[in-house]
């Protein structure tokens, strides 16, 4: 089942896939790749399991390490993000934690350009932190810079942020890592390769919750890891050997089976996302409306630079948490829901859910306002979702309106 790419016939995204890390089963000659639904393999004789364990020989022994349907997930997600290898995980989380316990260690730097998925920042300063990691959060590129020195081991980035989609220069960060001898990270959950390859920019390690866009149906939780083939066998060897957040083969399954129709997704994802912020802006109920495809989004020219389309998020802030939550229960084909990258649409209020842990300052910090709603554009009928989320502000508009007239009373 090994994926060998021939360099002398670049295949293109769409091609890689569908067919990157996937063969006829050697033992069957199946079609679709198998789950090979195993703990263990028999090496055989004696004579092979000392080979398969002394690293003389490679092979499959057990599947806490590595499992042919995990293996054909991690061969596709390096081709599609055009690096060396790739590491699966149990969760986006069993990814970061990995990577941060195998690279980091005490007196070791990381700075991170806030905001980050919750989680990171959670593992970055309540794990990575009590080893004796010294933890440094940047507000943005240039504040990053002036916090890289000597000690610093990882910087760790991620783009478009959640929940405001914020840009970060991924080329500015490579630039800075290699200025400091460190190693650049870049969380790529919701661009996914099909929007941005990180490595293209300098970045050292691309980190994806699987969870998200690359399974693209939200029926399967994992994560993977993509980058230089030693660092790779470094983290296997460590953070996924003795921390064993193992990715399962009927998730890796599920993983391949949505990666064949990324490049069809996002296309369709990202189309309706713009179309519904054209319908959007300059809509009277919206305090802001957060899309990078928009002219006026601070990060807009990055993103052009960086992405081949916006991507398929964008936030709304209608002014209270009341106006909020009545459009998210006026909405009837966005289910309301934490995660995003389905092909269902999905809707969220993180001031009270995904970011209710935070403090009022880091909310104003990283944007959450208490009227901003992410909206997860899903690959329905984009007249359908217009007309939806349309409706929907008009509940708001009203409801805005009797606020008005019961405070005039
Ligand atoms: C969801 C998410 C994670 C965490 O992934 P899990 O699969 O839920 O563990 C990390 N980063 C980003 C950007 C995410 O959206």
């Known amino acids: 089942m090994t994926h060998n790419p021939d360099p002398s016939r670049p295949r293109g995204l769409r091609t890689r896939a569908v067919h990157a890390g996937h063969g006829l089963d050697p033992a069957t000659g199946a079609h679709a790749t198998p789950i090979y639904a195993t703990s263990t393999f028999g090496y055989g004789s004696a004579e092979r399991g000392a080979r398969l364990f002394a690293g003389e020989e490679q092979g499959y022994f057990y599947s806490r390490l590595t499992n042919p349907t995990v293996r054909a997930f991690e061969e596709k997600v390096a081709s599609l993000e055009g690096l060396p290898d790739a590491l699966a995980f149990a969760s986006g989380m069993g990814a970061v934690s990995a990577a941060c ?85 870049a969380d790529n959950t919701f661009s996914s390769p099909y929007l941005t390859r990180p490595a293209e920019h300098g970045i050292d390690l691309v980190m994806h919750s699987a969870t998200k866009y690359l399974g ?25 050997r003795h921390v064993g957040a193992s990715l399962g083969p009927f998730e890796a399954y599920l993983f391949l089976r949505g990666l064949k129709t990324l ?126 989320v349309l409706g929907a502000l008009k509940h708001v508009g009203a409801s805005a309106r009797t606020d008005r007239d019961l405070s005039r009373a």
């Open 101 to 185: 316990l195998t690279l980091l260690k005490p007196g070791d730097e990381t700075v991170f350009i806030a905001p980050l998925y919750g989680g990171t920042t959670g593992f970055l300063t309540e794990v990575a932190a009590k080893f004796g990691v010294t933890v440094h959060e940047a507000a943005d590129e240039t504040a990053a810079e002036a916090l890289c020195g000597p000690r610093t081991r990882l910087i760790w980035v991620e783009t478009p942020t959640n929940p405001a989609l914020n840009i970060v220069d991924l080329a500015r960060v490579s630039r800075m890592a290699r200025a400091c001898g460190a190693l650049s990270v």
């Open 216 to 240: 693209g149906h939200g029926d399967a939780i994992g994560g993977v890891l993509a980058g230089p083939a030693d660092l790779l066998a470094e983290v296997r060897g460590v953070g996924l």
């Open 263 to 388: 490049p069809l997704r996002m296309d369709a994802h990202c189309a309706g996302a713009a179309e519904l912020a054209a319908a959007l802006d300059g809509h009277p109920a919206l305090h802001a409306l957060h899309y990078p495809g928009l002219s006026r989004h601070a990060g807009h020219e990055v993103a052009r630079r960086q992405m081949r389309a916006f991507g398929g998020l964008l936030s709304l802030d209608l002014g209270s948490q009341a106006a909020a939550f009545t459009f998210l229960n006026s909405l009837t084909l966005f289910t309301q829901a934490v995660s995003l990258g389905d092909v269902e649409s999905l809707s969220c209020h993180p001031g009270s859910t995904t970011h209710h842990l935070l403090g009022d300052e880091a909310l104003r910090r990283q944007g959450v306002t208490p009227g901003l709603v992410r909206l997860s554009v899903g690959i329905e009928d984009p007249a359908d979702l217009i007309d939806d």
